[in-house]
């Protein structure tokens, strides 16, 4: 019987796909973890894991009291 994906990596996947096509652009606020989570109807720390592991690989960025943003790519790969 095959594993079941965790919902953190949905959730991460999703994320990522929505930057890579350009439904979240660079500098763009993400909804805040509470909204993320009814909206993957899911725990926030499950929505929490998953944005902290795409602040960690510089793909998103978050500023204390102020949200989490889409970073802003470095210009050699623009």
Known sequence: MPH???LWRVIRDDLRARIKV?????G????ST?????????????VRKAVDILIESG???GRQGMGVFVAIPPASDR
């Open 22 to 26: 350009g439904i979240l652009k660079p």
């Open 34 to 46: 509470r909204e993320l989570a009814d909206q993957y109807e899911t725990s926030s720390v499950t």
């Open 28 to 31: 763009d606020k993400l909804p």
């Open 4 to 6: 079941a994906v965790p």
């Open 59 to 61: 793909e998103l960025l």
